[in-house]
């Protein structure tokens, strides 16, 4: 007898926010690679249309959306299940940073990644399970929110906090949503070389940069360490895993 793949999205949809650049395209080019049918969001269409090259797969179209709006969230996602069928999963990989101690921090700042980091998340997750556009059968939704949701970190006060409310809110909308086969996962990265973290690090002194990546005894992530799981909680194999943080951070959280 031939095994099942372990890991198969054959006829599936995921949608794929922050799908541009970093994690989030990381997850889409290994989705792909897994026969998953594919929507691209982000806020640059060129970007987007570099990840859909890089994909192994046709089965794709691409979404230019800047999550801070919103409002129009629910109406693309509708539209969409209209135009191309139900939708199976959601990765919310959309993500932004901004690193300051407490006495220089903003409130415009902060707001932009509760904005981002969270609410768009939330609504993209509201969006995507309605009862009109999630499938029948269930789905799966998976945050991407990161190891400073769980640790402290100077000079990522906002940003922690923001990654932090994502985890707590994964786990109610997992205890709320199992009834209808919806599971609800999250993954928190340590650091992983992507264009954010740079910019991230650039804040940064030589010393403190070299500390943190010291902190990490497998060295510092690759997108592709983050999007095998990610691939792995979405997988509709798995159909008795939610409510969990996955951490993988090379080890960081465990010094």
């Known amino acids: 007898m031939t095994a099942e793949p372990f890991i ?79 939708i199976y999963g959601l990765c919310h990989s959309a993500g932004v940073v901004e690193t300051r101690p407490l006495g220089s921090s903003t409130v415009e700042g902060l707001q932009e990644m509760l904005d981002v980091n969270l609410t768009a998340g939330l609504e993209l997750a509201k969006a995507v399970c309605r009862r009109d556009v999630i499938e029948k059968e269930g789905g799966s939704v998976l945050f ?10 100077p000079g990522q006060i906002g940003y922690s906090a923001s990654k932090g409310a994502v985890i707590a809110a994964a786990r109610a909308m997992a205890a709320e949503l ?14 992983v070389r992507t264009d954010m973290t740079a910019r991230s690090m650039a804040m940064l002194s030589k010393e403190r940069v070299k500390s943190l990546e010291g902190n990490h005894p497998l060295g510092i992530g690759r997108p592709e360490d983050v999007a095998r799981a990610a691939a792995f909680l979405l997988a509709p194999q798995n159909t008795w895993i939610t409510g969990i943080n996955l951490i ?7 010094v």
């Open 8 to 86: 198969d999205f054959e006829g599936k949809t995921v949608l794929v926010s922050g799908a541009s650049s970093g994690i989030g395209r990381a997850v889409a080019i290994e989705l792909s690679r897994r026969n998953a049918r594919l929507i691209l969001m982000g806020r640059n269409e060129e970007k987007l249309r570099r990840t859909k090259e890089l994909l192994e797969t046709d089965r794709c179209q691409c979404v230019t959306l800047d999550v801070r709006e919103q409002a129009g969230i629910c109406t693309r996602i509708m539209d969409l299940c209209e135009r191309s069928g139900r």
């Open 144 to 153: 991407i929110a990161s190891v400073y949701g769980i640790v402290g970190m």
């Open 178 to 191: 199992a009834r209808r086969r919806i599971r609800v996962n999250c993954i928190s990265p340590g650091m």
């Open 248 to 254: 993988i951070d090379g080890g960081y959280t465990a």
